[in-house]
């Protein structure tokens, strides 16, 4: 079993480094490019709406990506101690209308097979799943 934890501020200067580190863990999976791609743009999504919801643009509160690499799955979770959004109450538009913005909740499910939202006594914790057994070439 593959596990890294990386810790970071919510500055947007660190999504960089995270979208980085998201990379290299991926390194040695089966996954397609665009599969690699989709992924490491999902988690980026998933801390942009941390920083821009949980912690309203302070860039000065933890997120914590854990990575796992388990037999059938690779798994990322996104630790926040901010404020709580209610999974049901988060509105995406249609992905066919034109426009900027809205679209993030769509690029995460599009990337992993499950997103599971984990309300904690402080903040949330984002569970990203990608099975290994659905990987195309």
């Known amino acids: ?10 500055h947007t200067g660190n999504l960089a480094l995270m979208r980085g580190c998201v990379r290299d ?18 988690v ?10 949980a912690y309203r643009l302070r860039e000065d509160q933890p997120i914590a990506l854990s990575m796992e690499g388990l037999r059938k799955c690779v798994r990322m979770r996104l630790r926040d101690y901010g404020e709580q959004v209610v999974p049901h109450a988060m509105k995406g538009r249609s992905h066919d209308i034109i426009k900027p ?11 992993f097979d499950e997103v599971d939202y984990l309300h904690k006594s ?15 070439s």
């Open 1 to 10: 079993m593959k596990k890294k934890t990386v810790e970071f501020s919510s």
């Open 44 to 53: 980026d999504e998933a801390c942009t709406n941390i920083i821009r919801y």
């Open 122 to 136: 402080r903040g949330t914790e984002l569970v990203l799943t990608k099975n290994l057994d659905a990987v195309t």
């Open 101 to 111: 913005g809205g679209l993030g909740l769509y690029l995460i499910r599009s990337a």
């Open 25 to 42: 863990f991926l390194n040695g999976y089966p996954f397609s490019e665009k599969e690699r791609l989709l992924m490491v743009l999902g």
